[in-house]
């Protein structure tokens, strides 16, 4: 799970151009939109294209990937539980 | 009555020296097909957070804006109108590039929405929190001029009474290339961002200069007679712009940031810049004030 965790982290800062930042800035357990990283619904989208091109997960809708989304954590656990890829 | 309208402040990033107008003692001489901007470090001005979903020329839009708003004692202007070539080029080939390689189905929603020409001066508006008056001009070689005569016909009539006046092109390596096989003589293509402050009404001691007039002209075997009915004490034409800062979108709106610092140090008392290497041209006409 550390390893797919070191590898969303990686995923993200790339896929949301996070240039100056390293997978030590994320906190795995700590929340990715509002307080926490501090991401908004454009980078939900972004995430959603990441988990569909990387591992072959599409999400029906925005909403889905709340629970998903809610730390790097809970979206290791989801991929590794449904990726097809 | 139509007001007198002002530049209250400019500032530029190109490929002379940034922020400052310290390089108009010894200007950098411009080498080779193509040059790039000499930026500013970014991480000075951005979070890795805000800096997330800027383009470079975002950035550059953003510092030139800020610089300039703080020049101004201006926080929120009534307008923010914007000229620009190609728009964000950089974020539309990175829109159209995986669209081509993979097909229309999983394209990057960031990359989308900022491929547009407008995406510079609402980016601007919305980090600024400004929701007044807002207009982008693409207009290729004379975007800036219908920027500034926007602005001034709206600071003349009293419809605003400060604007935010940019433009902002960039070069890609693909634009580059295209460029250099299409006109592989003349100056070095380039880019570069400027924006300045315009107001209106009484005469404020703190500005660079008046803008005593704008025009475009579309048949630019014109110029010349257009040219002969202005007393200017320097006229600044192309050659020299283009020597100073390379071909691209801005040039001309960087030639009105150098002319205004050169009537506000004492230099000119009036300057004439001439735009006329397109099929339209421009002419911006200065005084002191």
Not at chain 1, 7 to 20: C, G, M, V
Not at chain 1, 29 to 40: R, Y
Not at chain 2, 8 to 36: D, F, N, T
Request: hydrophobic letters at 40%; proline letters at 4%; a negative charge.
């Amino acid at each position: 799970m550390e390893e797919l965790i070191l590898e969303l982290k990686n995923r993200i800062l790339e896929a949301l151009k996070l240039e100056d930042m390293t997978p030590e800035d994320i906190d795995s357990d700590a929340p990715l939109f509002k307080d926490g990283l501090g991401l908004d619904s454009i980078d939900a989208l972004e995430l959603m294209l990441l988990l569909e091109k990387n591992y072959g997960i599409k999400l029906k809708s925005p909403a889905e990937g709340k629970e998903i989304f809610k730390s790097v954590r809970t979206m290791a656990e989801y991929v590794a539980a449904n990726r097809v890829k | 009555m139509n007001r007198k309208v002002y530049i209250r402040a400019s500032s530029q990033i190109s490929v002379q020296e940034p922020l400052c107008e310290e390089w108009m003692e010894h200007p950098k001489q411009l080498s080779g097909p193509s040059v790039r901007c000499i930026d500013p470090d970014y991480k000075q001005f951005f979070s890795p957070m805000q800096a997330r979903r800027m383009g470079l020329m975002f950035k550059r839009a953003m510092v030139t804006s800020r610089k300039v708003l703080e020049t101004s004692g201006i926080s929120c202007p009534d307008a923010i109108i914007t000229g620009t070539a190609l728009g964000c080029i950089g974020n539309t080939e990175s829109f159209l590039d995986p669209m081509c390689r993979e097909g229309e189905s999983g394209l990057s929603p960031t990359a989308f929405m900022q491929s547009t020409h407008n995406t510079i001066g609402s980016m601007v508006a919305i980090a600024l929190g400004c929701h007044g008056y807002n207009c982008t001009y693409s207009q290729d070689g004379v975007s800036f001029e219908s920027a500034l005569l926007d602005a001034v016909m709206q600071l003349e009539s009293g419809e605003a009474g400060n604007s935010l006046v940019g433009a902002h092109d960039e070069i890609t390596d693909n634009v580059a290339r295209l460029r250099e096989a299409i006109e592989p003589e003349g100056y070095p293509f380039s880019e570069g961002s400027v924006a300045m402050m315009l107001v209106s009404g009484g005469r404020p001691d703190d500005a660079l200069c008046e803008v005593a007039d704008v025009r475009i002209l579309s048949r630019p075997e014109s110029v010349e007679e257009a040219v002969a009915g202005y007393r200017a004490d320097y006229v600044m034409r192309n050659d020299v712009t283009f020597s100073l800062f390379g071909r691209c979108g801005p040039a001309s709106g960087l030639a009105v940031h150098a002319a205004a610092n050169m009537i506000a140090a004492g230099r000119y008392s009036s300057v004439l810049v001439v735009n006329d290497s397109g099929s339209n041209a421009g002419l911006v006409f200065l005084k002191k004030v």
